[in-house]
Structure formats: structure tokens, C-alpha cells
């Protein structure tokens, strides 16, 4: 793959990553959360494991799911999903969020 090629793709998917509010919910973070989920001084959450997050991962409940891409679970609905950056996003592709 060219350098061009590659730095374009980079860029899109850091500009997708900066969509991201970070609220926490597709985590779980309105009502069973992930256990990586954490919260940071200004009340946005992240992940203590983000670069290897995929995978097996388990609630604070207990509750045993898969980590995977949020692309993929945007059919999905989670608790105040209406939040998701992405969610709103997706209906209007052409309309950039920020
Ligand atoms: S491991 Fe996955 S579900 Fe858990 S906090 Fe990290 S990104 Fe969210
Ligand atoms: S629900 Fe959407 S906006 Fe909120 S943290 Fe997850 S991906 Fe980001």
C-alpha cells in the first residue's frame, strides 16, 4: 500500500474516532458497564485497554460479551443510545457531526 494511500486512511479513521463523545454508553455506562470503562476528571469515559480491547470482556455484574468495533453494533440498542455520536451520525452521512 503507498505512504499517500496509507496517511489518507489514517486520517479517515482518526477523524471517525474523533466522533466519539465518549459517553460511555456503548460500554455499558448507563447501566452494567464494562469493566475497563473509566472515567476521567472531566466526566468522559475511556478505556483502560483501548489499543487491545477486542474480545472476550465482562461486565461489573458478571456478565461475559464481546468487545467489537462499534461499527458493528449500530443496529444495536443500548441505554440512552440516542447519545451515540455514530448513532446520529449514520441516518446522515453527508452531515459531519464535529
Ligand atoms: S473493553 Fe470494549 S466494552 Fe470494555 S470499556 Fe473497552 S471498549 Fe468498552
Ligand atoms: S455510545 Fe457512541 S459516542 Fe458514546 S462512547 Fe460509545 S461510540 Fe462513543
New binding site residues.
Partial sequence: MGSELKDYLRLKEEEWEDM????????GAFDDPCEHLCKDGNGK?YCDIYLHRFGRRRTVSGEVFDCVP?KKILDRHWKN?F?????QYRPFPWFKLK
Fill in positions: 466519539c463523545i465518549r459517553c460511555g454508553g456503548c460500554c469515559y462499534v443510545d447519545l451515540c455520536a455514530y448513532k
